[in-house]
């Protein structure tokens, strides 16, 4: 809460339009063989005003997702889960996890080794 506080009170008197922010959550992928592949998932947002909802942890009282039309502390932990940054990457993730399995699995290799 204090680092929220203090970020507020660094942007008073900030106009809502130069108020953007994002988190971002970047993953990296390697393999065996020394392939990295990079993730990226970004949430977009802005901070608010004045600290709304109570759930969630860090900035998520100040960080208003237009998408959603609330505050990231005012959403249930599902809400939240399903449009983060993290889930973002992750889900790339996952995806690219899969294209490889699949690719592994149809030339015969093993993905695991």
């Given at each position: 809460?204090?680092?929220?506080?203090?970020?507020?009170t660094?942007?008073?008197?900030?106009?809502?339009?130069?108020?953007?922010?994002?988190?971002?959550?970047?993953?990296?992928?390697?393999?065996?063989?020394?392939?990295?592949?990079?993730?990226?998932?970004?949430?977009?947002?802005?901070?608010?005003?004045?600290?709304?909802?109570?759930?969630?942890?860090?900035?998520?009282?100040?960080?208003?997702?237009?998408?959603?039309?609330?505050?990231?502390a005012?959403?249930?932990?599902?809400?939240?889960?399903?449009?983060?940054?993290r889930?973002?990457?992750?889900?790339?993730?996952?995806?690219?996890?899969?294209?490889?399995?699949?690719?592994?699995?149809?030339?015969?290799?093993?993905?695991?080794?």
């Open positions: 809460a204090d680092n929220c506080r203090k970020l507020l660094e942007m008073a008197g900030i106009s809502a339009d130069q108020r953007g922010a994002r988190f971002v959550t970047v993953m990296a992928l390697s393999d065996p063989q020394g392939n990295v592949e990079v993730v990226e998932g970004v949430l977009s947002g802005n901070i608010t005003e004045t600290f709304y909802g109570s759930q969630g942890f860090g900035y998520d009282p100040i960080f208003s997702v237009a998408e959603v039309g609330k505050t990231l005012e959403m249930s932990l599902t809400e939240k889960n399903q449009i983060s940054h889930a973002r990457a992750l889900q790339q993730a996952k995806e690219l996890l899969k294209c490889r399995l699949l690719s592994a699995s149809s030339s015969g290799r093993s993905a695991a080794r």
